[in-house]
């Protein structure tokens, strides 16, 4: 049975890390019931520390109403945690067979009819769901870090999904404030990873090679492109790079450059001296600010970003 996105109250979340514990944090702030497993033993405590640090972010961009912390309920098996969710969200490690046997394992636990959704980086659900004795309601249902405050889902379905099941994600993240790009057949790497890959690929190239430090890179990015990327996408920021003449002369113009041998999109070694360079040029760049005080800065600045652009209120939420 499933019941209509708008009339969802009860969600599962499984797998209560970075991810799992931001789904919990931001499915709690929209006012659903969370029931939420992981088999670390210090899941839980880790899991409410997390929805802790973020509710203070959550309380400035407004809760839901009747929104609380103390409706998420840890319970000691999976199969617990979802046998009355409306809605299950996957976020174990990106290990392919550990997620084809725990979507199998959701599968049976589950109501039937109920969407799973998996927040799998990069897999296609085809390849996940072939264990699945139901794979037509398995999604891709991809967030980014964190998923309390950064709006963005990419849905997407395996061979075997109904296309009722991708559609009724995409309306059910949508009514739960965030914002969604459904794809209607599985694109490799999805469409944000796919471009971040491509920008992460040429960062660790230049780091290898010496071109740029950690340091650059980032303010390359914080100080530049970023801060129009916020605003508007590269498509739409390249076309006022045409002036009057918007993206057909910026083409004009600048198009035969993309013959340039600027990019070096093979994928480098990630060898020793480039796994130290990245980490050791972090460190340097947190400059003693531990990862929570990161994570808090972060927070504030998304939060900036989205209330200086209007993008705050999204959808219903648990009404
Ligand atoms: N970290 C990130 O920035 C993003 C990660 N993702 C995806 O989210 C998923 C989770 O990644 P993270 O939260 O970063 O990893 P994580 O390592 O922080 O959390 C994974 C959690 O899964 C638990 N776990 C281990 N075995 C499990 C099992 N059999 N069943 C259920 N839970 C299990 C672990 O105890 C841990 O708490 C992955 O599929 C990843 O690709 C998606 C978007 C962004
Ligand atoms: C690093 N990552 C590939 C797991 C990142 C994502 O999947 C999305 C994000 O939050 O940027």
């Known amino acids: 049975m499933r019941t209509a996105p708008e009339n969802v109250r009860r969600v599962a979340c499984v797998g209560a890390g970075v991810i799992g514990g931001g789904w919990v944090a931001h499915f709690l702030a929209r006012g659903y019931d969370v029931t939420a497993w992981d088999p670390a033993p210090d899941a839980e405590r880790k899991l409410r520390r997390l929805v802790d640090a973020a509710w203070p972010a959550l309380i400035s961009l407004g809760l839901a109403e009747g929104a609380s912390a103390d409706r998420l309920t840890v319970t000691d098996t999976l199969e617990q945690a979802v046998a009355d969710a409306e809605f299950v969200q996957e976020s174990a490690p990106e290990k392919l067979d550990l997620k084809r046997d725990l979507l199998a394992r959701l599968d049976a636990a589950t109501p039937p009819g109920v969407v799973i959704a998996s927040s799998t980086s990069g897999y296609p659900m085809t390849d996940m769901q072939t264990s699945a004795a139901d794979p037509s309601r398995l999604v891709v249902g991809h967030p980014f ?107 004009d113009h600048f198009g035969p450059s993309l013959k340039s041998p600027w990019t070096r999109l093979e994928a480098p070694e990630l060898d020793k001296e480039l796994y130290d360079a990245v980490v050791a040029g972090c460190d340097e760049a947190a400059d003693g600010r531990s990862i929570a005080d990161l994570v808090a800065e972060r927070d504030r600045g998304v939060i900036d970003v989205l209330r200086a652009t209007g993008r705050l209120d999204r959808g219903e939420g648990a009404r």
Do not use: C
């Open 145 to 251: 870090n964190p998923p309390y405050l950064i709006p963005l889902v990419e849905v997407v379905g395996g061979e075997r999904t109904d296309a009722q099941a991708v559609a009724w994600a995409a309306r059910f993240y949508e009514v739960a404030g965030k914002s969604v790009i459904t794809m209607d057949k599985e694109v490799p790497g999805f469409i944000a990873n796919r471009l971040q890959e491509a920008l992460w690929r040429e960062a660790l190239h230049m780091v290898a090679s010496g071109e740029a430090t950690v340091r650059d890179i980032d303010l390359s990015i914080t100080e530049g492109p970023g801060l129009r990327w916020a605003v508007m996408g590269p498509m739409l920021t390249f076309a006022l790079a045409g002036g009057e003449g918007g993206m057909a002369h910026m083409l």
